[in-house]
């Protein structure tokens, strides 16, 4: 079984639409996450997500918007879409906060969203 | 800006031969460094860490070297193989402040080829 799935694996789309990537992950892991990554490989956090407690990169647009139904799942809305937000996008977990510890966290195989 | 960058972005070694893989942090505060490898179209996998009151860790064919005085990190890899080829990435386990996501800093990544 997948540890943690991302849904879909490809998503092309036109300028100033909306959509939504889904992440679910069965690690009983009670912390998840979602980065970007741009074309160049480099890898950003874009939020964090624990017991009901979002926590937000500075720096991402408030057109981004993480949802967590349950501890399993976090899905990432985007609205008014961007020729920028063009990335892949990355879906994790961990069991806890990082910053409690080593920091090992498990990524999903990533969702590539190409706005044109 | 970023705290964790990368010397070389790629790297060619012979099949069986060692690879070194470095990198720089500029975060004195962090708490443990950590090794990702990811394989073209998936997510980062962890490799390895090493909390930041170590010197040397080792693991199954890799090695992880923490040098506090310089401020820097490497990864070694023992008898490449083929399936050895990928994206490195370090990354440091820091605590943003004020308005920041709890998560990795990841550096740029360095694409390790094998060459048969």
């Known amino acids: 079984d997948t540890a943690v799935s991302q849904t879909p694996k490809y998503l092309v789309t036109q300028m100033g639409n909306d959509k939504s990537i889904k992440c679910e992950q069965n690690l009983g892991h009670d912390t998840m996450y979602w980065y970007k990554q741009d074309s160049k490989k480099f890898l950003k956090i874009m939020f964090s997500?624990?017991?009901?407690?979002?926590?937000i990169n500075e720096t991402v647009p408030n057109r981004f918007s993480p949802k967590s139904p349950d501890k399993a799942h976090l899905n990432l809305h985007i609205n008014s879409l961007e020729l920028g937000d063009s990335a892949v996008y990355f879906c994790?977990?961990?069991?806890?906060?990082?910053?409690?510890?080593?920091?090992?966290?498990?990524f999903g195989e990533g969702s590539r969203l190409t706005v044109l | 800006g970023e705290s964790v960058g990368l010397h070389l972005p790629t790297l060619s070694v012979q099949e069986g031969d060692n690879s070194i893989i470095n990198c720089a942090y500029s975060?004195?505060?962090?708490?443990?460094f950590i090794w990702y490898k990811q394989e073209s179209g998936k997510g980062p996998q962890f490799i390895i860490d090493i909390r930041s009151n170590m010197d040397k860790r080792q693991g199954q064919r890799v090695t992880v070297l923490l040098n506090k005085t310089v401020k820097h990190l490497s990864l070694q890899i023992a008898a490449t193989q083929p399936g050895d080829s990928a994206v490195y990435f370090c990354?440091?386990?820091?605590?943003?402040?004020?308005?920041?996501?709890?998560?990795?800093?990841f550096g740029k990544g360095t694409h390790l080829i094998i060459q048969p």
């Open positions: 975060n004195s505060a962090s708490d443990y």
């Open positions: 997500y624990n017991n009901k407690e979002l926590i």
């Open positions: 994790a977990s961990s069991q806890d906060l990082v910053r409690s510890y080593t920091g090992e966290l498990f």
């Open positions: 990354a440091e386990n820091m605590v943003y402040s004020g308005g920041g996501a709890d998560g990795l800093t």
